[in-house]
């Protein structure tokens, strides 16, 4: 399988996940880097790796539905099999989100259903919280809403500053991330409605009535453009290469 990871900004998930790459612990090519931010430190982090990026700016196009549009036919093109989200700071349209049904993962820097969107380090903290977290969830169509893989908590102390939380929350996310990812490519990940429950096996080795199917490997499900989506005409500026610093 080959997967994208989806950027904005400093990329420190993504480093976490380009380590565990390297290392030979996600059993998957992580083939792609998109950035919705020509300027984010994470594509750095991606060349230094010699990893393919692309930029697919909000700003150089008319509306949301064609970033989502001409990310799709880039993704396809590239035979991306499943995406993971690390600080990707745009909301997917619905239409982006049905091309990868339960094929889209998300890392959260708060436990939820509590303290969604933008800032969750931030509002645990200051709401006064005695316990914040990480979630890791499949992506659907509302915001931070997907079924939840793997939640750590930790105990937020007397001591504790903003900049501390954050900072141990981030080595957690760090950690967390890359082995959801792993258990995902080895398709070790079972959903049913809000349930994901991790397997030992992958699904398709599961036992069933006390015995084992034989291991029988389907391409991953997920849905082709139409022929119009394909060919619709797609409104893009060029875009300037990257300056390393
Ligand atoms: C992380 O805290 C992640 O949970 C959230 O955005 C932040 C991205 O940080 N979705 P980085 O770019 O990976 O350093």
């Not at 080795?205 to 006390?210: L, V």
């Not at 029988?216 to 394909?230: G, S, W």
Request: hydrophobic share 40%.
């Amino acid at each position: 399988m080959r997967f994208a990871v989806l950027i904005s900004g400093n990329g420190s998930n993504l480093q976490a996940i380009i380590d565990a790459f390297k290392k030979g612990n996600i059993n998957a090519e992580l083939a792609l880097v998109v950035s919705s931010n020509s300027k984010a430190y994470g594509l750095k982090r991606a060349e230094a790796a010699g990893i393919k990026t692309m930029v697919f700016s909000p700003k150089d196009y008319t509306n949301t539905q064609s970033v989502d549009r001409d990310m799709i036919i880039h993704l396809k093109q590239e035979k991306i099999d499943f995406i993971v989200l690390a600080g990707y700071m745009r909301v997917l349209t619905p239409f982006f989100i049905k091309k990868y049904p339960k094929k889209i993962i998300n890392i959260h820097p708060a436990l939820l259903p509590s303290f969604k969107g933008a800032n969750g380090i931030k509002d645990t903290f200051t709401y006064g919280c005695k316990i914040a977290g990480v979630t890791v969830h499949f992506v659907n169509e509302k915001v931070d809403n997907g079924p939840i893989i793997m939640q750590e908590a930790i105990k937020i102390k007397a001591e504790d500053t903003l900049d501390t939380l954050e900072e141990k929350i981030h080595k957690i996310e760090h950690r967390v991330y890359p082995k959801a990812i792993a258990l995902f490519a080895e398709e070790k990940l079972k959903v049913k409605a809000r349930q994901v429950t991790i397997l030992d096996k992958p699904a398709d080795e599961e036992p069933k009535q006390g015995k084992y199917r034989p291991a029988k490997r389907n391409p991953p499900k997920t849905h082709p453009l139409t022929v119009a989506e394909e060919h619709a005409p797609v409104v893009i500026k060029p875009h300037p290469p990257m300056v390393a610093e």
